[in-house]
């Protein structure tokens, strides 16, 4: 069959491109040929399987018909709808413009140095505005069904339940990772293959419109799936594989702004060891450079006299170590004037050029000559949104003023057309160097901004610098659920928040000026662990007050027991996590789905915010407002210990009791502070294993098989080394459990090899 379909729309040409039957591309633009290759979109279409499909073409009409999906463009009008073969409507669009208009670049100027709670920036003033090219302002405009609720658009500060009635700008900044993605609860998504500031306007809820900054072409695919599972195996088969990361990152995460030396962080670890609580890696933030090099990639000798012996005792410690690396460098350092002499800086003189193929290997260079060669395990690649205008102030600008100061901070110093992508960039020269370097060691780089394809990389994204309050708490729900819903699989958070107290710029907003020894914030940091718990990465982190768990008290005092018991919770679920990481690996599900998007039938599971699965089996209620104490540690009179629970339809029973309930209905459940509300589905199969310190502290210990009664059930069992990148090769053991519930049989297959078999034994709960 032809693949590609030229078609005219008036002064624009519009191209749909078949990618299979389930995946359309549509171009539309004045020349076809301008269009430049993606950031974003890996495969090659032109070597993708061909699939049958049927035209018809008339005066006002073109049709293109696959075997599971039809697109009718009105040749007349620009609409395009979407349906599926037997006519339900799916998804219509109009109104495709493009508007020239010429792009300028600062060039001279003088640098600004300032001193910023983000670091160390550096800006350019009074340089003179050059013509650099021509691009085009871009619009489209979506229609939407009433039955229908719209997730994704990344991470985005605000929380948004649903994205119909929002208006969405899509730049990238602290506390905001904007990704063109939209997936619907009717089982489609629309990927817009564009780097350049974006904004979605939904206010209407019947339409949403997107504008474009900067585009040869407005260039998106429609990617048609049964259910959301099948919209990200789409999304996978045009953006690339998400890797495995190292087993021991689905164990706790310990980190601080910050650990100020070598002897700091080892006096932590052996703490940890010490007291017994799990812990698999600690984090290195910032400032580990000598004074005044800001983004200095070295160990300041003073501090860190022995970075080998340093990590050589932590490895003996089977613990680990991230260290935070940053884009932006200031000062003479020898990192900045390498880069500055290989003309390698962009116009700032301070951020390096990740754009720069040659650039990004200089970077790793000297990363790795300075961090990895020692044993470093992985990167925190911070402030991947390397430029900042709006971190400042007492008060906030409104949103637009925002939009506007942020980008035109970065159109200063790149072309419009990629202000979106740095991230992106930055994070495939971390990953493709260290790989070509070693694999010996799976690339891990958690990172604050991100882009669609960049879990190609290896990378974990946060939201931001979040302030310690219950509403932002209440916030990370829905933002969690949206960025994952983009098919980027490893989002986490600053558990606790990081700013903890106010200060007098509007970003540090903290209800808690006493911090650790503020029972209220005790309690709020036990409910934050908690849903972190239940992300792909536990992290605890943040300024103002120590997070280490013996910074809440004494064992024996609720807090401290609560967050002990919460991380023991994480260890034995390890053998479920690392096999719902696996499943991202090779089957491109997500490891959190929203409701609506877990149950798109369901009309109140449509609107539930508050909720979410874990994999395929785990419902989870984080508790996102206080039961116990209020700031000043003022003890709450006659609380409300319950919280009521949406159960969609099925059965259901409570992790913690085996009690069952019947879904389609909420319930109200008691939930103390000691552990999080949490549901499995039935016929959900769950493997688990006893607390260990670390997460393969006894590889061949006894794992228990939960099997939840009340209907069918499948579940892959997986586990490999744990580190490295021989699962590439087949080197793991992947059983898959089928459980009928008719009859009561288990019955296991194998794939991979037998050298990473489990030592497991079943349990039915009934």
Request: glycine letters at 8%; proline letters at 5%; charged letters at 25%.
């Amino acid at each position: 069959m032809q693949r590609i379909y030229d078609l005219p729309a008036g002064e624009l040409s519009l191209r749909l491109t078949v990618c299979s039957d389930a995946i359309l591309r549509i171009t539309c633009g004045r020349d076809l040929r301008q269009v430049p290759e993606s950031m974003i979109v890996t495969a090659d279409l032109s070597a993708m399987p061909v699939v049958s499909a049927e035209t018809e073409e008339n005066e006002d009409t073109f049709t293109l018909r696959t075997g599971r999906l039809c697109v009718t463009v009105n040749k007349k009008t620009q609409e395009i709808a979407f349906t599926r073969p037997d006519g339900t409507l799916l998804s219509r669009l109009s109104g495709q413009e493009l508007t020239e208009y010429d792009i300028l670049r600062t060039t001279g100027g003088n640098a600004e140095i300032r001193e910023t709670v983000d670091g160390v920036r550096v800006t350019v003033k009074d340089g003179e505005q050059q013509f650099l090219r021509t691009s085009n302002h871009g619009k489209l405009k979506l229609c939407f069904t009433e039955d229908e609720e719209l997730f994704g658009l990344g991470s985005q500060e605000e929380g948004y339940p649903s994205l119909k009635g929002q208006f969405v700008p899509l730049y990238q900044e602290n506390m905001r990772i904007s990704l063109p993605y939209l997936v619907s609860t009717k089982g489609y998504a629309y990927l817009f293959d564009c780097t350049s500031l974006m904004t979605f306007d939904a206010t209407d809820r019947r339409y949403g419109h997107f504008r474009f900054d900067s585009v040869e072409a407005i260039d998106y695919y429609f990617i048609l799936g049964d259910d959301f599972d099948n919209v990200c195996r789409g999304y996978r088969t045009l953006t690339g594989v998400t890797p495995m990361l190292p087993k021991w990152a689905v164990g706790y995460i310990q980190s601080r702004e910050r650990y100020v030396s070598q002897a700091h962080i080892l006096e932590t670890a052996e703490k940890y060891r010490e007291i017994g609580t799990p812990i698999d890696c600690i984090i290195q933030d910032w400032q580990t450079w000598p004074g005044g090099l800001w983004g200095f990639k070295r160990f300041d000798p003073e501090r860190y006299p022995d970075p080998q012996g340093m990590m050589d005792r932590l490895h003996a410690m089977n613990l680990h170590m991230l260290i935070s690396i940053w884009p932006n460098m200031s000062g003479e350092s020898e990192d900045r004037i390498e880069f500055r002499n290989a003309g390698k800086l962009l116009g700032d003189g301070s951020v390096y050029n990740a754009f720069d193929e040659d650039a990004r290997n200089i970077y790793w260079r000297q990363a790795n000559d300075a961090f990895f060669r020692y044993g470093i395990d992985g990167w925190w690649c911070d402030s991947s949104e390397p430029y900042d205008a709006v971190w400042g102030g007492a008060e906030r600008a409104p949103l637009p003023e925002r939009m506007k100061q942020s980008t035109d901070e970065f159109k200063k110093y790149l072309d419009d057309g990629i202000i979106n992508a740095y991230s992106l960039v930055h994070s495939k020269g971390i990953y493709e160097n260290q790989r070509k370097t070693t694999d010996e060691k799976r690339v891990i780089n958690l990172t604050r901004s991100g882009y669609p394809g960049q879990h190609r990389y290896g990378t974990i994204v946060w939201s931001g610098d979040v302030s310690a309050t219950w509403e932002a708490l209440s916030r990370q729900i829905p933002i969690a659920q949206n960025y994952i819903a983009c098919g980027e699989a490893y989002w986490n958070c600053d558990a606790g928040g990081f700013f903890v107290k106010q200060w007098q710029q509007w970003f540090g907003d903290g209800d808690y000026p006493d911090g650790k020894d503020d029972l209220g914030f005790r309690e709020l940091y036990t409910r934050w662990l908690q849903f972190a718990g239940f992300t792909p990465f536990m992290r605890s982190h943040g300024t103002d007050t120590p997070r280490e768990v013996w910074q809440f008290g004494e064992r024996g005092t609720m807090f401290r027991d609560a967050i002990e018991e919460t991380i023991a919770l994480r260890y034995r679920l390890v053998p479920y996590l690392y096999s719902v990481n696996a499943a991202v690996t090779f089957d491109g599900t997500m490891p959190i789905t929203a409701l609506g998007l877990a149950f798109p039938n369901d009309r109140t599971a449509r609107k539930v915010s508050t909720q979410y699965m874990y994999g395929h089996e785990f419902l989870v209620c984080p508790v996102t407002h206080p039961m116990y104490y209020t700031a000043g540690s003022a003890e709450i009179a006659s609380p409300d210990r319950y919280l009521d629970v949406y159960l969609p339809e099925g059965g259901w029973y409570d992790f913690h009791t085996e009690e069952y309930y019947e879904g389609g209905r909420y319930v109200r459940i008691p939930c103390s502070i000691e552990r999080i509300p949490l549901f499995v589905r039935a016929g959900a199969i769950v493997p688990t294993s006893p607390v260990m310190q670390y997460t393969d502290e006894h590889p061949d210990a006894e794992c228990e098989v939960r099997i939840y009664a009340g209907r069918d059930g499948q579940f892959t069992l997986y586990n490999d080394a744990g580190d490295g990148y021989g699962y590439e090769n087949g080197e793991y053991t992947a059983v898959k459990i089928t459980y009928n519930d008719t009859t009561g049989d288990i019955s296991e297959e194998l794939s991979g090899t037998d050298a990473f078999r489990r030592n497991v034994k079943y349990r039915i709960v009934r």
